[in-house]
């Protein structure tokens, strides 16, 4: 069955880095869009980054760009997010989906960034 | 920026009752980009509708969704216990991204 399980989350201080990993199995990853999501604490969904299946197109939300970078290794069946320059409203749950509209997606990982 | 605007806020309603869901853009979006997603609490979305009216796979009959340009609607005919959550309609169409605010189903 189809399932993304996301890793690489935990306490950062601000300005520091950090990288996101989503294990993906079920399906051929370089068939498909990747998507990464955020949902702050108490709040709404809000899209951050995705990708091409060749690697081929990235696009990233206005309020992460230039930080953040997308990547994926199809081989190893993963896709990535390097975030760097943390700052607290980065704070939330991140979630991997496949596809732009979010056909599945994993159980998420928990980017906290204080000091 | 497409904006969604998703309402009513809170929706309660009772077991087996109808409930109807209204996703609303800044501008058009293309019925073949708007999804529906459902999150209960502790959760990860899972997605109900794409492409307006299509049922993801294994979503009971009793989600439908409708609608186009600037105006879609998501309706549980019948709701169940396992029904109250929060749901958020999404567009894909367009740069960036955006999801709508959410509209919770509480029981009444």
């Known amino acids: 069955q189809v399932q993304m399980v996301e890793s690489g989350g935990g306490l950062v201080k601000p300005g520091g880095s950090l990288r996101l990993s989503c294990a993906a199995s079920?399906?051929?990853?370089?068939?498909?869009?990747m998507s990464w999501i955020r949902q702050a604490p108490g709040k709404g969904l809000e899209w951050v980054s995705y990708?091409?299946?060749?690697?081929?197109?990235?696009k990233y939300a206005d309020s992460v760009r230039g930080r953040f970078t997308i990547s994926r290794d199809n081989a190893k069946k993963s896709v990535y997010l390097q975030m760097s320059s943390l700052r607290g409203e980065d704070t939330a749950v991140y979630y991997c989906?496949?596809?732009?509209?979010?056909?599945?997606w994993g159980q998420g990982t928990l980017v906290t960034v204080s000091s | 920026e497409i904006v969604l605007t998703q309402s009513p806020g809170t929706l309660s309603l009772s077991p087996g009752e109808r409930a109807t869901l209204s996703c609303r853009a800044s501008?058009?979006?293309?019925?073949?980009?708007l999804a529906w997603h459902q999150q209960k609490p502790g959760q990860a979305p899972r997605l109900l509708i794409y492409?307006?009216?299509n049922r993801a796979t294994g979503i009971p009959d009793r989600f439908s969704g409708s609608g186009s340009a600037t105006d879609f609607t998501l309706t549980i005919s019948r709701l169940e216990p396992e029904d109250f959550a929060v749901y958020y309609c999404?567009?894909?169409?367009?740069?960036?991204?955006?999801f709508g605010g959410g509209t919770k189903v509480e029981i009444k």
């Open positions: 999404q567009q894909y169409d367009n740069l960036p991204l955006t």
């Open positions: 989906a496949r596809d732009k509209r979010g056909t599945y």
């Open positions: 501008q058009s979006v293309d019925s073949s980009y």
């Open positions: 079920g399906f051929i990853l370089s068939d498909h869009y």
């Open positions: 990708i091409s299946g060749s690697s081929s197109y990235t």
């Open positions: 492409g307006a009216s």
